[in-house]
């Protein structure tokens, strides 16, 4: 029998159909088992790093914390034992088998156990880096007890009574043991109670000077004479200092009150005082430096920045502001950001407030007034009553 063209077209489509029907009967389709919960990723040895350091330190100016991964070991410094326990804890329980190399500060091995310090000159300055040129970070006054945690050739990490930390020149402290530091300690000290002045090399002001002196600088005191101290220096010089330029220690404890008068009358003595990042002196003041001298000078020792004074006293409305309050000064939060603290002054009341700016002056929000600060008026976000309150402040009369 002939196959027309027709007939041969009808066949060959049945034989496919026929052959299709077959396979898909042969191939079955392959179903993925769903599973009910998601694959545990493992962290990182960087986000675990992360996560210690927002743990144990998140402010790098009073914390000092640094890790990372090289090789098969992981090294840095700390000087948060609690820090580094932590950190090896988490590597281990997530997997990680690493050659601890993290230091504890401070190191004294690279110290020769001289992990003491006591600062030497009038006004020491703690810069963020260990060189000249870095920024200035604070400043630590004469006689002021320190804690020297590293060394990077003669430049050394140290940390001062309210926890600051910053880099040194080893010229402008004396470093010492522990046993030194306690012998030094058992003497009995002065305070130089006026705004600048200088030692001397005999019981004489027209004696070789030598240094210069500040408001706050402490010394021992070697011998009491008719017009002079006689004091010795931590790095041992003797030198001779104004009667009626000082005041003994303990003397100045008992004496000295934190009041709102008081507090004003500190801050109004240092007005005209130029304006100098990082500066917590008679020689030059930043906003929170200054505040802090008000403060310090009347027997209360406030945080170093002004983000950190925020957090002292108590919250206290606009409203309701009392002579010695601190007014804070920012951005605004944002859904985007935090609040961020940038400035602070101190309230005089009359609509008035002291701060460094330029130089330490008065300004108002009274837009009537000719000391109308619009700047700062706009960027007000708190203020916080400091007196009689004990958050986050350190009384030196103890």
């Known amino acids: 029998m002939k196959i027309n063209k027709r007939n041969k077209f009808i066949i060959l489509s049945i034989l496919c159909l026929l052959s299709l029907s077959t396979m898909a009967q042969i191939v079955k389709p392959i179903i993925v088992p769903q599973t009910s919960t998601p694959p545990i990723l493992k962290p990182t040895v960087y986000s675990i790093i992360e996560q210690v350091r927002k743990k144990h330190a998140p402010d790098k100016r009073v914390v000092f914390f640094q890790a990372e991964l090289d090789s098969n070991q992981i090294v840095g410094k700390t000087n948060l034992p609690a820090a580094k326990k932590d950190l ?19 190191d004294n091995f690279l110290l020769e156990n001289r992990n003491c310090g006591i600062a030497n000159i009038s006004v020491l300055n703690l810069r963020s880096q260990p060189k000249e040129s870095a920024e200035l ?25 309210d926890n600051y930390i910053g880099w040194a020149d080893g010229s402008t402290f004396a470093r010492i043991t522990q046993y030194q530091f306690d012998c030094f300690q058992a003497n009995k000290f002065l305070i130089f109670a006026k705004p600048y002045g200088f030692s001397y090399s005999k019981a004489d002001e027209n004696s070789q000077t030598i240094s210069d002196l500040t408001w706050g600088n402490v010394l021992a005191v ?8 006689e004091v010795i220096y931590p790095d041992g010089r003797n030198a001779f200092i104004l009667k009626k330029e000082a005041i003994g220690h303990q003397e100045w404890k008992q004496s000295v009150t934190a009041s709102e008068q008081n507090l ?46 925020v957090w002292s006293g108590v919250e206290v409305p606009f409203d309701s502001l009392q002579v010695g309050d601190l007014l804070f000064f920012g951005e605004k939060a944002t859904p985007e950001k935090p609040e961020r603290v940038v400035h602070v002054g101190m309230w005089l009341g009359n609509k008035e407030f002291i701060h460094s700016s330029g130089m330490v002056k008065i300004s108002s929000f009274d837009e009537c007034a000719l000391r109308y600060d619009a700047h700062n008026a706009g960027r007000y976000l708190r203020a916080r ?3 009689g309150t004990d958050k986050g402040i350190v009384s030196l009369k103890n």
């Open 222 to 229: 070697k011998d009491t004479l008719q017009d002079f101290y």
């Open 88 to 106: 090896l804890n988490r590597l281990k329980s997530n997997g990680y088998t690493l050659l601890d190399a993290v230091k504890l500060l401070p």
């Open 264 to 309: 004003v009358n500190t801050a109004f003595k240092m007005q005209g005082l130029p304006y100098l990042w990082g500066g917590t002196s008679w020689k030059g003041v930043d906003c929170s430096g200054f505040t802090r001298m008000i403060y310090q000078s009347n027997g209360i020792l406030l945080p170093r920045d002004a983000s950190q004074q």
């Open 137 to 161: 970070a604070s400043q630590a006054l004469l006689g002021t007890p320190l804690k020297v945690l590293d060394r990077e050739r003669n430049w050394y990490m140290i940390q001062t009574p």
């Open 385 to 387: 009553h400091i007196l």
